[in-house]
């Protein structure tokens, strides 16, 4: 199949909004500026197969999996996602089929979200399949929750249940778009970021870089607190060689759980609103900022630095 045959194949897959002044088919895309008193959001994002997703994952899952990671990035920042594009990187005797099944499940993440599909590209890749999804999104000007903004004192909140994502929801889980607009526009939100790769990874983003200037800042966590999804208790139980359920809870990858800080005095505000706004969604207060560096974990044995890492690429 050329891939001409492929996108007229594709094309009609491709979901539309009211946004959508010209889509797909012309040397650009062309969409409505957003609304004054908005800004945009922009993010990119790839999955890679044998990585992310492995050669007989169903293409629906891959195709979703693809769009709502860049979802749960516009999550972590209070916005709405608008208009995508997506680069396939495909290997030289591809199956049209599946191409076609990534494209489906691309599109019912889409449509549930209102993101429009404007174009793309495909392009051939040695080995293996590659989709790279560039978003745009909107938020209200100055109304973006940045990584940066977490205060000594700030209670932490974690959304959902961490750990053992391999067994099914990193393919599956529901980006927290709803929750992350929800949260910002409580206007009470310090930091916020979306857990990718681990708690543990992830945590020292809100803590600052340490660079010259910018106070040192720490979190003490308890360790009761954390949610553990149940697959990381199953994965510990039916394997020697897995790790303990809370390490998979601090240092698995792919949760897509909103991480977050607020004053401490909007603790008990953010818990009962979210309880009648979200109430099949857990919303755990997790532990707090501290003007202590590091980042200590306070169990039954004491109050000790965390060990371990989250998900780091290229290692
Ligand atoms: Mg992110």
Redesign the pocket.
Known sequence: MTEFELISRLKPLLPRTPLVVHGAGDDCAVLSAPLPGNELLFKTDAVVEGFHFLADTEPERVGRKALARCL??IA?MGGTPTAAVVTLGLPPGYNPDRVEGIYRGLRALAEAHDVAIVGGETTTNPDRLLISISLLGTVAAGRAVLRTGARPGDALFVTGELGGSIHGHHLDFEPRLREGRWLAGSGMIHSM??V?DGLAGDLPHLLGSGAPGEPVIGAELLKSAIPIRRAARLGARSSDSAKPPIVAALTDGEDFELLFTVAPRDAVDILDGWRSAFPDVPLACIGKITDRPGIWLCGEDGMRPMIGKGYEHFR
């Open positions: 749960s990035d972590a970021i979306d990718s």
